[in-house]
């Protein structure tokens, strides 16, 4: 028999963001992805401009990862020219991408993966009977945006941030009404815990993961690191990432594919606790185990549960650095001097959907003459090709209204970027 | 820092009237609405109109909500018309959209309204325009087609018309 299932059909463009799985005697036979995110594309937006002007165009590649993208891209861009920011700089830059995270994971836990588990259609279904989680999902969002305008300037696409440091340092009472915010986000998280341990994981997608993810050069559990870790062993620098996201065409799909020598891999904030999830300690470690997250994980349904640790990790680790921010005394520095020459740089952060990549090459005036950038969706692909089959070899008997469902939760579950391309509203004249 | 201290006072003043962009700048043609709040801001408004550009995420329209009166969002619209085509849609009469998550990442503009509208009572009786351009390229530019750039300058009118609705001589689901 043959069917032919169009997963998140979001056809407003032709040729961007839908996947369709074709199927004949219960096998896939071919899964075509239209996604955004061919780093070709990007590069020719930024090629010929100045080093000042490359983030605040590639930041909007992505509402919800504008705050990685932005961390990355700078990242990129000091490590071209031999810049050191403080540590200050560091500090206000970790908080700015851990609003990301928060924004990121409340909307997908809440308007995305619980109605999904639930058995709603949308998150507007959801809350005609769950009107406060729904609620809390938004003002959990709301928060990660506060922080970010707070310290990037704007709730989305942070303006603030710049090669060197800030453009406008946030105030000690700006950082203490955030600290009472997340405070009390951190309370409703704990709401977002007793859903997500509610929950029943169906294990039809379930198969072993090769997971890759930033190593934190600390003590603690980060969204930064020099060092790539896998979880089949090894490390790479940051600088070597082509090592990892090894890219190929593949017959069956008309996009892509990122592989790790001859396996597809996963990223993301499943992968990101497999490897570092030792790391967590108060709150986000009694998720975690609360959670069942504690062996390697084989079924990727549980980076919904993932998340929901991180944002409580991210709750908790943007308190502790407003706290090492004030009792250091925050300072008026001004951005460092950029000074241009020849040459590469490579930027990376644990983005909400897992490790992100930037590397730009500039001529000695500072202007780019090469950029790649690679997103945690373009490397998730593989993978989720690969949880897709399982799941349709293991729903055979399945009705194609609850398969195409379920495949859509399976896709889902990786929080991809395939729509960030185009949010025009379609409308049927009549 | 000025653009976020503005934010700052435009969020705790009494403005009633949200004139909000949604769009990509990179997707060419899907920018519109934002290109159309940066002409709109230029121009001098009475001090209850807060311009809003949300980008990608009409969700972020949250953190501004202040019992507004009317909320006018601009974006591309895909209507099956010409190129720059214009049109003007209440809310209260669009079709009812089926209820079903469009997207595996983000929330499509009407979808977000009507998941706003369920969660905060204060946009019960706010009154809710989408005004919109029928895009010709939505491809990865940073910049708009011909034919909707020559829109802009009707667009700006249409929206200054919606913040003065005396002037309004636009009937409803009316194109250009």
Known sequence: ?430 | MTSALIKKAAKKSNKDIMVVGVGNRLLGDEGIGLYIIDNLSQIPMPSNVNFIDCGCDLLDLMSYLNKPKKIIIIDAIRGGGKPGEIYRFNYSKLPTTKDETQSGHQIGTIDVLRLLKSVYPVLADSEIILIGVEPKMLELSTDLSQEVKERIADVTRLVIEEISPQSSFWREGEKT
């Open chain 1, 1 to 430: 028999m043959h069917k032919s299932i169009v997963i998140d059909h979001i056809s407003r463009v032709e040729g961007h963001g839908g996947i369709t799985v074709n199927i004949k005697d219960g096998e896939v036979t071919d899964i075509n992805m239209d996604i955004f995110e061919g780093p070709r594309f990007f590069e020719a937006l930024v090629v010929g401009r100045t080093y000042d002007e490359v983030a605040p165009i590639l930041m909007r590649i992505c509402a919800i990862c504008s705050a990685a993208h932005t961390a990355a891209s700078l990242m990129a861009v000091e490590n071209a020219f031999g810049v050191t920011v403080s540590p200050q700089t560091r500090l206000l830059r970790e908080l700015l991408v851990q609003g990301g995270n928060i924004e990121s994971h409340a909307l997908h836990l809440f308007c995305l993966a619980i109605p999904d588990f639930l058995g709603y259609p949308s998150a507007i279904a959801l809350a005609s009977d769950h009107l406060q989680e729904v609620k809390t999902g938004l003002e959990l969002k709301k928060l990660g945006n506060t922080l970010q305008e707070v310290i990037g300037g704007r709730a989305i696409h942070p303006v603030n941030a710049i090669a060197g440091g800030f453009g406008r340092i946030p105030t000690r009472e700006e950082l203490s009404d955030l600290k009472e915010k997340l405070k009390s986000g951190l309370e409703q998280c704990l709401v977002g815990i007793d859903l997500m341990s509610s929950l029943q994981m169906p294990d039809f997608c379930a198969s072993p993961n090769v997971y890759a993810a930033l190593l934190p050069d600390g003590p603690g559990y980060s969204l930064f690191g020099k060092q790539i870790g896998l979880s089949v062993g090894g490390t790479k620098k940051v600088s070597m990432y082509k090592e990892i996201c090894k890219e190929r065409v593949v017959p069956h799909s008309n996009a892509k594919q990122s592989w790790f020598e001859d396996k597809p891999f996963a990223v993301g904030a499943l992968a990101r606790i497999a490897l570092n999830g030792k790391k967590l300690s108060g709150e986000a470690k009694n998720a975690k185990e609360r959670l069942g997250l504690e062996a390697l994980p084989e079924n990727f349904l549980y980076n919904n549960a993932a998340q929901a640790v991180e944002m409580i990790y991210s709750m908790e680790r943007s308190i502790e650095i407003i706290d090492e921010l004030l009792r250091l005394g925050i300072k008026e520095e001004r951005p460092v001097e950029v000074r241009t020459r020849a040459g590469t740089g490579t930027g990376a952060v644990e983005a909400p959907r897992g490790t992100l990549y930037h590397n730009y090459s500039f001529d000695e005036k500072g202007r780019l003459t090469e950029a790649d950038i690679v997103t945690p969706t373009a490397q998730n692909l593989a993978n989720i090709e690969k949880d897709l089959c399982i799941s349709v070899k293991n729903l055979t008997d399945e009705p194609k209204e609850s398969l195409v469902s379920k495949l859509e939760m399976v896709v889902r579950a990786y929080d991809p970027c395939i729509s960030c391309a185009v949010h025009l509203v379609e409308i049927n004249l009549k």
